[in-house]
């Protein structure tokens, strides 16, 4: 089956720095690729996905690139702000709305 | 979006118990999924709950275990049976959201066994 590994597992920025989160994934027919942010006590919640024939996609402050050949996607977030501060989930599906598989999820800190 | 609807929110239950959590959704939806997120972990798949079949259980997960209902394209319930504290997780159901190809998620269902 599908494995996802994603690092670095922990992620301290300043506030207006960028931030990084990198995913790689073992099975070569998935080609959806969803990041979630869960804060605390909360639901995951969709902030941004790519599919396998798109190989990068950008939403105001968020970023996701992806490089099939090599089995790696990167989350990057620009001008990072305290409300950034979360868990981030990185996934992969061979089908967008298909059971995904989760890496282990990036803590995400702010500092002001 | 889909609007999802988990209850209950949060129980506390006693070891040898079972307990029934509900996912209802304001729409019919084909894809229904269970995830089960560890204290402090990522998220794992129990389940693909099927309407009009058997849910298809993920590797380390089983039916006697954690019997899934899907009687409609609405709704579904998640049974953990015989619970010991390994079960202490927060239990989350979700959702494609109709013809979007997105999947969201329920707020979740924080269980904790003693």
């Known amino acids: 089956g599908e494995n996802v590994e994603q690092h670095p597992s922990t992620l301290s920025v300043q506030e207006g720095d960028s931030a990084v989160i990198k995913c790689t994934y073992s099975?070569?027919?998935?080609?959806?690729f969803p990041w979630y942010k869960q804060e605390l006590g909360k639901r995951p919640q969709l902030i941004i996905d790519?599919?396998?024939?798109?190989g990068e996609k950008k939403d105001q402050r968020i970023a996701v690139t992806l490089n099939k050949t090599a089995k790696h996607f990167s989350l990057h977030i620009t001008e990072t702000q305290p409300e950034d501060s979360a868990v981030y989930f990185c996934?992969?599906?061979?089908?967008?709305?298909?059971?995904?598989?989760f890496g282990g999820g990036t803590r995400v800190l702010v500092k002001p | 979006s889909a609007v999802i609807s988990q209850k209950p929110s949060r129980d506390i239950c006693q070891r040898g118990t079972s307990l029934t959590i509900q996912c209802q959704v304001d729409?019919?939806?084909?894809?229904m999924f269970w995830y089960r997120q560890q204290p402090g972990q990522s998220l794992t798949l129990i389940a693909t709950?099927?309407?009009?079949?058997?849910?298809?259980?993920e590797s380390g997960f089983v039916i006697d275990k954690f019997p899934i209902s899907r009687p409609n394209l609405t709704f579904s319930t998640l049974t953990v049976s015989n619970m010991s504290p390994e079960d202490s997780s927060i239990y989350l159901c979700?959702?494609?959201?109709?013809?979007?190809?997105?999947?969201?998620f329920g707020a979740g269902t924080r269980l904790s066994v003693l």
């Open positions: 709950a099927n309407q009009g079949s058997e849910a298809t259980y």
């Open positions: 996934a992969a599906s061979r089908a967008a709305g298909n059971k995904l598989t």
């Open positions: 729409s019919q939806v084909t894809m």
């Open positions: 979700s959702v494609e959201g109709a013809g979007k190809n997105i999947q969201y």
């Open positions: 790519i599919r396998s024939n798109v």
């Open positions: 099975d070569s027919a998935s080609n959806y």
